[in-house]
């Protein structure tokens, strides 16, 4: 058996075929910060892009992902880089279904990265346990009622508008008490319309409208968003940010030792989980930071 079949036979047990396996957001692990494994189904992502833009190469890549360590694949078939352009929804479709239906199959826990509520309906009947909306459902008016409708486990993120305007947006007084605030409100209201608060999640939405000294102020008083009372993403990743901490013109896998510490000092401060490409070197600095949590007990 391939390292990849035996990560999954351990997740079933023995007389279970894939089939039986129901994974739900509710029987994700506790007690530690869990790993976001990042599965760009498209041509552009600024990372990744088009590497696994074939079904069968990403499903392979999520089956890669989860044997590393990942405890959610967040599937995503749309970039959100800086001035991306948007794609059609069915196109959208067409990439993240099939690898999504294969993936949860097999027993693992999938989340579908996107800000059409009919994706996020099509990736939930697919056997998605989460949605990851970057645009905190503010993109597509359907949003807040198909995830209301369907009781789906919602990530909302701060995001004040679209790929090719947010950079125009990067403008604050005070970063962190704009955007805790801008979060919290979000919040508020969809639990207002109707969003089960035990199934919403926030992500402060690194690179999303905010600059890098916006991002390092956000991480350093992560604490703003660890106090709305829901679990806390990072998705810190590869971004710009980080990369210019490493050599300029470097590649994109020169930021994951950078991104394997921010992931783990985002855990020391409570991060939930930490949305991430190189799930190996995160697996590595995070069970340094659980170490040294157990430590101070
Ligand atoms: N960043 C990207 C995409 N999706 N989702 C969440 N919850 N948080 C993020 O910070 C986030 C995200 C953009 O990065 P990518 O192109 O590497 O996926």
Known sequence: MTDVGAAFSRRRRPDDSADDVRVTYESLPHGRTLIMGVLNVTTDSFSDGGRWLRAEAAIAHGLELAAAGADIIDVGGESTRPGARRIAVAEEQSRVVPVIQELARRGLAVSVDTMNASTAEAAIGAGAVLVNDVSGGLSDAQMAETIIRLDAPFIVSHWRGPSDTMNSRATYGNVVAEAGAELEYRVAELVVRGMNPDRMLVDPGLGFSKNSAHNWA????????????????VGASRKRFLGELVAEGAPMEDRDFVSAVTAALAAQHGAWAVRVHDVETTKAALAVAGKWKEGAR
Do not use: M
């Open 218 to 233: 956000i991480l350093g008083h992560l604490d703003r968003f660890t106090r709305i009372g829901l679990p806390v993403i």
